[in-house]
């Protein structure tokens, strides 16, 4: 069973920056379906960014130009930079990796 956890959370203000990271029990090197989602209080969970094995990457409208998502194959593990933090970012991230879910990280944005 893979397990995924997440650290990397905290409070910043806003204009900040952090790099929340996820690590992945097994091998994630073919890995295609990888991403970084997020729930705020009272808000259903989103799509933050996404990464393949190829490289490809998608992110939400909303975080482009801000977030890069990117992979470490040799480490097994994911990362998300988050720069020019806004309060809207607050919430608790989730890293996926195949369908399986981390605990989430606190993410809050103090304006």
């Known amino acids: 069973q893979v397990q995924l956890v997440e650290s990397g959370g905290g409070l910043v203000q806003a204009g900040g920056s952090l790099r929340l990271s996820c690590a992945v029990s097994?091998?994630?090197?073919?890995?295609?379906?990888m991403g970084w989602y997020r729930q705020a209080s009272g808000k259903q969970r989103e799509l933050v960014a996404s990464l393949t094995s190829y490289g490809s990457t998608n992110y939400a409208d909303s975080v482009k130009d801000r977030f890069t998502i990117s992979r470490d194959n040799a480490n097994n593990k994911m990362y998300l930079q988050m720069n020019s933090l806004k309060p809207e970012d607050t919430a608790v991230y989730y890293c996926?990796?195949?369908?399986?879910w981390g605990q989430g990280t606190q993410v809050t944005v103090s304006s």
């Open positions: 097994g091998s994630i090197f073919f890995v295609n379906d």
């Open positions: 996926k990796v195949i369908g399986i």
